[in-house]
């Protein structure tokens, strides 16, 4: 993709330059500009092939010299630096105006005179406009390849740091998950010690398949489906018939990319801050659909609600990793909205971009 940019930001300057270079001619000899165009293209085409093809020579014994003492092969490769480009716009110089004319007699059916005859007018001028545009060209190409690869390098660099900051915030998200969980057993270990070892084993089986998967940068959606399923079965052990689970997940959405542990603390909010505190308990609803080039994430309660001791808009130590996560791989891309769900209870809606 490098390569492709580069190319094409040389052939856009050379057109752009052989042009020019035609017209400015054009003006000062009062001809028309189609034979200024064969001449300019000519001998500008012939100048760059010259000086990539002695780059390229330049690149590659400079390889096969390291190669042979052993040493490693140049980061730089094509790209040889000033070393490589002095060289070969040398040559460039020296035998791009002579081939380009002669290319370009061929094309005009004209005669152009020897530029070993400097003492003709349209020779000096063929002699400085090459010197002068070949230097130009070079300079401004390197100087667009030096910017396009500091460019690259800082975007690699905040790359980094945004997976070193979602590495950080998911180590933060997995001892608050499982401290909740332990808690939730610690309860029931009291009160009835057959569904704390049946919760025990579901936690067991739960952590051995999450703490290893959630080390990921991403994992595809099914797979958070299925990390919410363990931890709902948890739940179920817990809170018995209170709890009442749908999880809807259509085919063609299960393979599509997610941080992991995205959904995770939006569903233990909807338990610990709203079905819990329901007598009676109720339902909870977790699923994904796509809207055009979106992809919608749900998670839905019938507890207590926003008006109750449930969460708060923005609030909360799992809504606000959330956010943060979304922020650090999304940006301004993907949102997160609490707000009431019809019919009681919360819902928690998360957008992102399938792109």
């Not at 299925?226 to 018939?241: K, N, Q, S, T, W």
Request: with cysteine; aromatic share 4%; glycine share 10%.
């Amino acid at each position: 993709m490098r390569t492709r940019r580069r190319f094409s930001r040389t052939v856009a300057f050379m057109i752009v330059l052989c042009v020019a270079i035609a017209a400015l001619l054009t003006a000062w000899e009062g001809e028309g500009i189609r034979p200024h165009l064969a001449y300019s293209f000519s001998i500008g085409i012939c100048c760059w092939s010259l000086t990539e093809g002695m780059r390229l020579v330049a690149a590659g014994a400079t390889d096969g010299w390291r190669r042979w003492r052993g040493q490693p092969l140049s980061p730089a490769g094509f790209d040889s630096g000033w070393r490589g480009i002095v060289p070969a716009l040398l040559v460039a110089v020296v035998l791009g105006p002579p081939l380009g004319m002669t290319v370009g007699d061929r094309l005009t059916g004209l005669r152009s005179p020897s530029l070993l005859h400097l003492e003709a007018a349209q020779t000096r001028v063929t002699v400085a406009m090459t010197v002068v545009a070949s230097i130009a060209s070079v300079f401004v190409l390197s100087t667009m390849e030096r910017l396009s690869s500091a460019r690259a390098q800082a975007e690699g660099a905040q790359r980094q740091a945004a997976e070193s900051q979602l590495r950080l915030l998911q180590s933060q998200l997995e001892p608050h998950m499982l401290f909740n969980t332990l808690a939730n057993l610690r309860v029931l270990i009291g009160l009835d010690p057959p569904r704390a070892q049946a919760m025990l084993d579901h936690l067991i089986a739960y952590l051995r398949s999450t703490l290893a998967a959630s080390r990921a940068a991403s994992h595809p959606l099914a797979a958070e489906f299925e990390r919410i399923a363990d931890y709902l079965a948890l739940m179920g052990v817990r809170m018995g018939p209170r709890l009442v689970v749908a999880l809807t997940l259509p085919d063609e959405l299960k393979a599509l990319p997610v941080p992991p542990l995205l959904l995770q603390p939006l569903v233990e909010n909807s338990i610990q801050h709203g079905l819990e505190p329901k007598v009676d308990g109720g339902c909870i609803e977790v699923s994904a659909s796509r809207h055009a080039d979106r992809l919608l994430l749900t998670v839905r309660d019938s507890g207590i609600g926003l008006g109750g001791t449930g969460p708060r808009p923005g609030g909360g130590f799992g809504l606000a990793q959330v956010r943060e996560r979304l922020a650090t791989v999304y940006g301004a891309r993907a949102t997160l909205s609490v707000a009431p769900a019809e019919g009681g209870g919360t819902l928690v809606s998360i957008e992102l971009p399938l792109a």
